[in-house]
């Protein structure tokens, strides 16, 4: 079977002809360099990002909501992992299933259950999304080796092709320091849980390297909830000459988990009833590798090219209802995932009309094999998916105040799906393959930006954009007929200011409406119903004297079906954090935060009549470091108040959370 979008072509090659024709005007050379370094920056409007465009660019100059959260937002933080770090953020929700990192869902802008698929989520540019609905392995990476996360909200297809619907994610890693240094961290805490993690920074000449591995241990907050994890990481660069620069790193990562599942609508507020289990031989292990692999070219006057390549490694085993009469062998479940991606991104700087003006090419190619046995007699399922995307952006300054950006891209999809069965003849179960599937799809993109700033402290911004979300495979496999991707329609403005030297913020007002989205009942369709959401985002960093930083960010979202006037499941309409970092003395600061998350309909409730909504939640925080030399000592206290809650439920099957957490640790640190 053979399902293809139509698209005009006429459309697209025109957009891109007239997006193309200021780079061959009169130019001169680049004023950004392939090995220049990120400027530290106090307020968000100063930051440099590169998630959005994969270009280095100031905060102000993006006509988005963006967050950069730094280094010492992180130390400074409250957050055990990444997901609680994310979830103080503006527009973002997380779900879990395990009570910690393991599997895992950001969403952006309310997209609900399949958050998964159409928010994209990286690594060092080497995206972590698996090609099914398991959604991104966010727990293998370590929140001690984070430099800084990029969050771009809003329709990424331009840039990111596929799934870059409610944002994009971009967790950027710790590379080797100019400083040779050992760093030594290890902590306990709650549930027995045991971190430690060892890392190396290291400079020869003009090699730089990075080495570190860690260990985490826990029993976990519910019966069979143990999640043990461990992870070897290396990272290099290499400046070739003062044009080339390679960069390598590899990464290799291994967990075992248990799977207590959900409990009833009687126990989740029954504080001995939400810890039990009635799957205690339920569980899983992972193994998961990557390597990156980028040559960085500055071409002076010529502009800058950047190549990628990257590879994504990942095997899965797991047992969901274990049966005592068999052995564990035969009862495992797998799945095994190999992804490959090659990025192309080429940069022109040029000057017209005595302004800076950029030009920007990009082609992205994805292919990923997936395989996945349902026990040793259950189908087997072969998948194979390859996609092509180029895309053109372009930049213009027309003022010293005004600036305008448009982007354009084309993307094709092929993928063959086979389900296979495993049948008896003549007393012997032999494979048995099923008929290939077929799919082939062509699908376009276009974003449309605006920023005009009236002073250095103050600017506006708007976009339009439109995105693309194609079937995973296993929505692919287990779907109705006629199942294909949805297409979304974005626009956006807000605001920035600075005042003063002691605080900044930003509001964005968005509004996201999506044909034929994609979702799962009983089979995986699309809802004949337009969703919307609409909603407001704003946050603030308050400096009301030297050594108090206040944080503080509010999320509004409105996520429904057009026709019927229901909301979408599992999402929020109200969310909201705050926190406080106080420097008592040199040696000694406090940390505290608070997140509120509103109730939400359960996860299987798209008319909202059938079950009762998960409670709204209030989650305080705090952290007390004390710094000495190079030792710096930690202790904090997570859900202190001992909030009952849960970010999860369907059908009335809630995942329960974790109570009170507490722990302490060490840090230290030797150049």
Partial sequence: MKQKMT???FVFFACLIWLSCPVFLSAEENSVSGDEEIPQAEYELEAIVVTANKVKEPVSDIPKHVTVISSDDIRESTAKNIIDLLAQEAGVNVRSTFGNDKQAVVDLRGMGDTAGSNVIVMVDDLMLNAPDQSGPSISSVPIEQIERIEIVRGAGSVVYGNGAVGGVIN????????????????SYGSYNTFDSRASLDRKIKDFYLNLNAGFHDSDGYRDNGFFRKKDINAKSSYAINDRFIFNASGFYYEDEYGLPGPVSKEDINSRSGRIKTDRPHDSGQTSEARARFELDMNFEKWGILNLKRGYLFKDNRYIIGFNPQIPRSKQKDKIDEDTRQFDLNYIKNYTFGGYSQMFQLGIDHYKTEYFREEKPDGPRKNSETESFGIFINNRWSFTDNLMLSAGSRYNNYTGRFRTDERKLFDDVKIWVNGDTIKSEWENSAY??????????????????????????????????DGLKP??????EIGGRQQFGNFMSMTVALFDIRIDDEIYYSDINRNY???TIRQGIEADFTLYPIEDIRLWGSYTFTQAEFDKKNTTIPLVPDHMASAGIHWQMINQLALS???????SRFDGNDTDNDRYDKLDDAIVFDGKVTYEYKRLIIFAGINNMFNELYSTSAYSEQYYPMPERTIYGGIRWTYF
Avoid: C, M, W
């Avoid at 967790?171 to 290890?186: E, M, R």
């Fill in 447 to 480: 974003s449309l930006g605006v920023t005009y700033s009236i002073s250095p402290k103050t600017s506006f911004f708007g976009s339009f954009a439109t995105s693309f979300r194609i079937p995973n495979v296993d929505e692919f496999a287990e779907s109705e």
């Fill in 486 to 491: 949805q297409e979304g329609f974005h626009s």
């Fill in 171 to 186: 967790i950027i890693t710790k590379k080797a320091g100019k400083t040779p240094s050992v760093n030594l961290y290890s």
């Fill in 7 to 9: 698209i005009n072509p």
């Fill in 592 to 598: 505290l935060s608070g997140t509120y998350t509103g």
């Fill in 528 to 530: 004949d119903d337009r």
